[in-house]
């Protein structure tokens, strides 16, 4: 078995790999076992014997507090680094206390700057809209700053007094005594390079619009210079097959020509009821930090909620994919919880790797089985019909890979 490599410019990627995996928090386990029976199906489906995939357990989350006293021991952070990929599971995150996030360090300790969440409805998925066929947007969340950036202190403490003291005496600027606060950072690097990874990823797919979400109009010098710096890489990137919101609509009729993209922009507030009103006038979607966190939760309960919606996390060198929903502990070992999330980030994880035709047939096989109404107690409820078990889905999604 080998390792994926990386030369400074391109993934190289052997034929027998290893991949790590943390099967996370509550469910983390459960969905992780179902899913790597999937993965293991599917590559034998595929490729036969010219591929192979041989799968790393490593420990992150209570599991590895509970044996080394360190939520992300040092052995996982090297192990992830060797293989440069690796796909888990949930991972719970205390609330007003303890620490930040093991996702946001994770990030943070291998720069993966790129949040990418592909939200695509398959019919059979329940929905609260009246007409959900066709969404098919992916977001670009900039992973590494903005309010996510962690730079806050606590109401009353001695940086937060003193930071007040400062932004009086030297700036004019008049906050409350006992006021927590936090710092918003943007950079025109960080935005730079999520709008590229946008702009790279919509060229590769033949999407023809990318739309920056922003609250420009409010937040002019940080959310309003993403936006324009947003723009620039676009005019860089684009040149000539640049083309405008005022073109399409005024020359176009409101069609995209062949061979041009769309570069447009929405403020935040109005992107949300665009995104409900008129998904189907979006496909690639670039945000700062916060404004994606909420943004892909919100369209991912159009599809079906958290539990059919994947993610990844990706930076030039490195990348880890996940499930995006939460550990939800209560469902923990009952054989309930939905690997859908999972089992598609499996499939987002093949195509970084180049291996396209297993992110196919895994997307074939989930889309055939919810079609046929197997689905799990999460997304039946909605519908008032029947559900599986987390393990008879992974059974029905392999029946449905041959």
């Not at 291996?355 to 889309?367: L, R």
Request: net charge negative.
């Amino acid at each position: 078995m080998g390792l994926v490599g990386y030369d400074g410019a391109k993934f190289s990627v052997p034929d027998d790999v290893e991949i790590p995996y943390i099967d996370g928090d509550g469910i983390g386990p459960d969905i992780m076992k179902a899913a790597l029976r999937v993965f293991d199906a599917c590559i034998k489906n595929v490729y036969d014997a010219r591929r192979s995939v041989s799968w790393v357990r490593l420990e992150a989350g209570e599991e590895a507090l509970s044996k080394t006293g360190s939520y992300v021991p040092d052995v996982t952070i090297d192990e992830i680094r060797r293989h440069r990929v690796a796909i888990k599971g949930p991972l719970t995150t205390p609330v007003g206390k303890g620490i930040r996030s093991i996702n946001v360090m994770l990030r943070k300790k291998f720069d993966l700057y790129a949040n990418i969440r592909p939200v695509r409805y398959l019919p059979g998925l329940p929905s609260p809209l009246k007409d959900p066929n066709g969404i098919d947007i992916t977001i670009f969340r900039e992973n590494t700053e903005d309010v996510y950036a962690g730079i806050e202190f606590a109401s009353g403490s001695e940086a937060a007094k003193s930071l007040i003291d400062f932004m009086d005496e030297k700036l004019g600027v008049k906050i409350a005594d006992g006021a927590g606060i936090g710092i918003k950072v943007m950079t025109e690097a960080a935005s730079k390079r999520i709008m590229r990874s946008a702009l790279d990823y919509a060229l590769s797919h033949g999407k023809d619009r990318v739309t920056i979400m922003h609250k420009g109009n409010i937040m002019k010098f940080t959310e309003g210079a993403f936006m324009q710096w947003c723009y620039e890489v676009a005019r860089e990137t684009l040149g000539q097959r640049l083309i405008t919101e005022q073109e399409v609509t005024e020359f176009n009729g409101g069609s995209v020509p062949s061979g041009r993209v769309l570069v447009n922009d929405r403020i935040a507030d109005n992107m949300f009821q665009q995104v409900i009103t008129r998904p189907r006038d979006y496909s690639v979607v670039v945000t700062p930090n916060l404004n994606g966190d909420y943004l892909s939760d919100a369209v991912a309960a159009e599809i079906g909620g958290l539990g059919v919606a994947p993610g990844a996390n990706v930076g030039n060198e490195y990348a880890i994919f996940e499930a995006v929903h939460g550990s939800a502990p209560k469902y923990a070992n009952k054989n309930i919880a939905n690997p859908t999330s999972l089992i598609l980030a499996g499939a987002m994880l093949f195509e970084h790797l180049g291996w396209t035709e297993a992110h196919g047939a895994i997307y074939g096989a989930i889309e055939k089985t919810v079609r046929a109404g197997i689905i799990t107690q999460d997304l039946a409820r909605e519908l008032g019909s029947a559900s599986v078990g987390t393990a008879e889905f992974a059974d029905a999604v392999i029946r449905n890979l041959q």
